[in-house]
């Protein structure tokens, strides 16, 4: 099952899923959903984009079975940085976005699920134009818990679960 508030990304999953998989044109602010209908929730590059992430987070772990999965783009990577500067001099989507910090994303968390285990990690280090460039210093800085990587991904387990 997957959802995406807009036609047009509903439209590209559709042509690389098929109709095996059920797409819904939805808001993550109001998934029609029961509570405890999915084993796991992901939401992938979707805090940035909406107007009330507290409220989103608060939704998906209701209707999760205790595993919520969160993937962020990270404020305080070169990436992160580079976007933000580029949108200051042109328009693009991350104009409108509201990056991360692991920090910021777990005090995010935290407000729904105070008690829920919480695992964190991050990934490209290096703008993709560096990296070939410099391999070696990419594999050096992308350990697990840097804060500094592109993409921050973040479990959110249940205790229970």
């Known amino acids: 099952m997957g959802a995406d508030i807009s036609p047009h990304m509903v439209r590209l999953a559709r ?13 993550a602010e109001n998934l029609p959903f029961k509570e405890n209908s999915f084993d796991c929730v ?7 984009f909406i107007p009330d992430p507290e409220r989103v987070v608060h939704d ?17 990577s070169f990436l992160g940085m580079k976007r933000r500067l580029k ?4 328009r693009s989507i991350f ?7 692991i920090w910021e994303l777990k005090r995010l968390v935290t407000k729904s699920a ?9 990934v ?18 992308s350990f697990r818990g840097n ?15």
């Open 15 to 27: 042509q690389k899923l098929g109709k095996g998989v059920p797409l819904l044109l939805g808001d």
């Open 42 to 48: 992901a939401l992938i590059t979707t805090l940035e």
């Open 60 to 76: 998906a772990l209701r209707i999760c079975r205790g595993k919520l999965l969160l993937g962020v783009l990270n404020k305080y």
């Open 87 to 90: 949108g200051m001099f042109r």
């Open 95 to 101: 104009d409108r976005a509201r990056f991360y910090s």
């Open 114 to 122: 105070p008690e829920a285990f919480v695992e964190w990690a991050s």
């Open 124 to 141: 490209l280090v290096l703008p993709m134009s560096w990296q070939h460039h410099f391999p070696s210093f990419e594999r050096w800085l």
């Open 147 to 161: 804060p500094l990587g592109a993409f921050l991904g973040m479990a959110v387990l249940d205790k229970e679960a």
